[in-house]
């Protein structure tokens, strides 16, 4: 037997819920602005320090979140192709570079081992590194030829990109001819393989 009032409270939250998702859809803003709460969460976590380091810190921020959001896009892409050509134990396939697997596998040992650090373990390729998707890539090539023009356009592409990447990975400031770069290199890859 139900309870008639949480029936009540239910089919109220439902109906909320329902009425607005129209108003959002017309642009009205319905419950709490959730940018703005991250960006107050964000200004008290940064308080403690300099003015230029937080000024220094909001400019990487959003060439981070680029990088962040095209690595692991390129880690989902491979993942699917290799997942459907391979099945579901593609990772100990011939597909991926022994050498590359081993490392990862490495990396993914030791990260369980360091069971007070949480995050993803389940992914293998969350622990190949960023050089190491383009040769999962070319050794793949028939998989991604229909996307990508050339190994040469992959290789130059990735690997100034992960210069990039390991310069951002260690909060070094890049310059705004960089971000540039950056930003037009993910712009051809998504452009080419149509993310």
Partial sequence: MTDPLLEKWFFRALMFEAGSEKLREAGIRVGADQTDVEARLMEEVLAPF??????????????YALVYCFENSVRELIRDRLQDKHGADWWASTAVPKRI???????????????WLEGERSDPLQFVEFG?????????????????????????????????RNYIAHNRLLATTEFRRIESYVGDWLRQVGV
């Fill in 101 to 115: 697997r081993e490392l990862a596998d490495n990396r993914r040992d030791k990260a369980n081992g360091n069971t």
């Fill in 132 to 164: 190491g998707l383009s040769d999962i890539v070319i050794q793949n090539w028939d998989l991604f030829a229909d996307l990508i023009p050339t190994q040469h356009w992959l290789k130059q592409r990735m690997d100034e990109l992960e210069q990039a």
């Fill in 50 to 63: 300099s003015v230029q380091l937080r000024s220094e810190a909001m400019r990487m921020t959003r060439v």
